[in-house]
């Protein structure tokens, strides 16, 4: 069936570094891809998208390119902030294959983020 | 614009009660859909509704019930409660399928359920 896979952590940053979080994928349809954000005591935020391959998904300086060829989604940013100190998941959704539509996801990956 | 909102935001119940959580959507959204999160975990599908019917479901056990209403809000229930209930209960909106393609979920806060 669908599954997400993505880095564990925790992942430990001082501000201004660069953010890798690595996701990777397997689908049997041609899944949207997704990356979620969930800060201490909330609820999840959607953070980015991508539906096709070669996407470029993009929000509040996160970057992430769909790569059909690496199955892959990784999760990027330039210079992280403390207030991106959070739970990042990956997520994908396949309405052609096994996952029917909803959203399959990974298991989180704890981001901390020093001054 | 109204997000998704949910209620209570935490419950404690003890092991064989019942329990009803509530939803709504964000405003335009008629699909909901509900998810478990354990702690330290990702969350886990329970099941969706469109038009007031069970339209998708997850590996999850019939104690777990759900509704949803002709304005679109939902309730998720959940009998004989067990301790490894005791979960992070999302509840996300969207528009539903849009050709073939299942439309972005926005997710509600949560209502952190413990079981003793």
């Known amino acids: 069936g669908d599954s997400v896979t993505q880095m564990e952590g925790p992942v430990t940053l001082s501000e201004e570094a660069f953010l890798t979080i690595n996701c990777t994928y397997t689908a049997t349809g041609y899944p949207s891809l997704f990356w979620y954000v969930q800060y201490p005591g909330e609820g999840l935020q959607l953070l980015l998208k991508?539906?096709?391959?070669?996407d470029k998904g993009s929000n509040k300086g996160f970057e992430a390119t769909y790569r059909k060829e690496t199955t892959s989604f990784h999760l990027e940013k330039g210079s992280v902030q403390v207030s991106d100190s959070a739970v990042y998941f990956c997520?994908?959704?396949?309405?052609?294959?096994?996952?029917?539509?909803?959203?399959?996801f990974g298991k989180g990956t704890k981001l901390s983020v020093k001054p | 614009d109204a997000g998704v909102t949910q209620s209570p935001t935490h419950l404690i119940k003890t092991r064989g009660q019942q329990v009803t959580l509530r939803c709504s959507p964000k405003?335009?959204?008629?699909?909901v859909s509900w998810y478990q999160q354990a702690l330290g975990q990702g969350p886990q599908f329970i099941f969706q509704?469109?038009?007031?019917?069970?339209?998708q479901r997850g590996n999850f056990p019939d104690r777990f019930s759900g509704h949803q209403f002709p304005n679109y809000s939902s309730e998720l229930n959940v009998n004989a409660l067990l301790l490894g209930d005791s979960a992070l209960y999302l509840c996300?909106?969207?528009?539903?399928?849009?050709?073939?393609?299942?439309?972005?979920?926005?997710f509600g806060p949560g209502t952190r359920l413990l079981v003793l």
């Open positions: 991508a539906t096709k391959a070669d």
């Open positions: 996300a909106s969207s528009l539903g399928v849009s050709g073939g393609r299942q439309e972005t979920q926005y």
């Open positions: 997520a994908l959704s396949d309405p052609e294959g096994g996952s029917q539509g909803n959203l399959i």
């Open positions: 405003s335009g959204h008629d699909t």
């Open positions: 509704y469109y038009e007031e019917e069970e339209r």
